[in-house]
């Protein structure tokens, strides 16, 4: 353990695999007690995290309600103490032409992509506010620089995730809160592995940094925007994608 965040609460959601679960290790060895929010059990990932000395926590919620978030809140408060850091990770990412979409398909990448942000933030924020102190990243996608067919409800609800967080951020500013973005391209994780390996390799070689995209890679851009030396950063999209979008 680092000890960089030592006294901190940190969520994630969606931290039972994938890139959530390298923020729950990031966070955990920097010091934080990190409270995993899913709807998967996380067991693994904070029996890792213990063995490696850190502290960290499972709570089963669903993401899309509101009730369920607040419950969530109310334990991580009673067993790791009020949030400091809130990382909103979950999503999906849907592959479907615009004209086979019906308005559910679209509610369902809605409520989870950014709704869900919404009541985690209103959960969450009050205990940051009345602290002086928090960091708020939301995981948004480059694709909504770097547009493919077939993820129209998706990209319109990353694009959302990158709205909502200005104008949270410029609300919430004046309370030592900063609310950012964090923007990956196509990550190596067991959900994404399951596709083809030439999407992978065509990704790569689009980018600058000729090379796959790990969960890691992103763990050290987050950690730095929940850091104290990024205290003035905020309202902010940090593209983390080796160079593919390029502006």
């Keep these: 353990m680092t000890g960089g965040f030592a006294g ?10 994938g890139i959530g679960a390298a923020f729950v290790r990031r966070l955990a060895t920097d010091g934080a007690a990190v409270a995993i929010l899913d709807l998967a059990d996380a067991t693994e990932v904070v029996d ?8 960290a926590i ?9 009730d369920s978030v607040r419950a969530a809140q109310r334990k991580v408060r009673t067993r790791v103490g009020p949030a400091h850091i809130l990382v909103n990770n979950a999503g999906v990412y849907p592959h479907q ?7 559910d398909d679209w509610r369902k990448v809605f409520s989870l992509n950014i709704d869900a942000l919404f009541h985690t933030c209103q959960a ?4 940051m506010r009345a602290d002086g102190w928090g960091r708020i990243v939301n995981i948004t996608s480059n694709s909504v620089g770097l547009v493919f067919p077939g993820v129209t409800h998706y990209v319109a609800s990353k694009m959302a995730v990158i709205g909502f967080t200005r104008a949270l951020a410029t609300e919430v500013a004046g309370d030592g809160v900063t609310v950012n973005a964090l923007a990956p391209s196509l990550v ?11 999407a992978f390799e065509a990704m790569a070689q689009m ?3 000729k090379r796959s995209q790990v969960p890691e890679d ?6 730095f925007l929940v850091s104290d030396d990024a205290a003035f950063v905020t309202a902010q999209t940090l593209t983390a994608d080796g160079g593919l979008v390029r502006s």
């Design 188 to 198: 190596r994780t067991p959900t994404t592995e399951s596709g083809p390996e030439e």
């Design 124 to 127: 969450f924020l009050p205990d």
């Design 48 to 55: 890792e995290v213990e063995e490696a000395g850190g502290k």
């Design 8 to 17: 901190r609460t940190a969520v994630v959601t969606g931290g039972a695999g």
């Design 207 to 209: 980018q600058a940094i």
């Design 97 to 103: 032409p615009f004209d086979t979409l019906t308005f």
């Design 218 to 223: 992103l763990a050290g851009a987050l950690a």
């Design 58 to 66: 499972s709570v089963i919620c669903d993401l899309t309600d509101p």
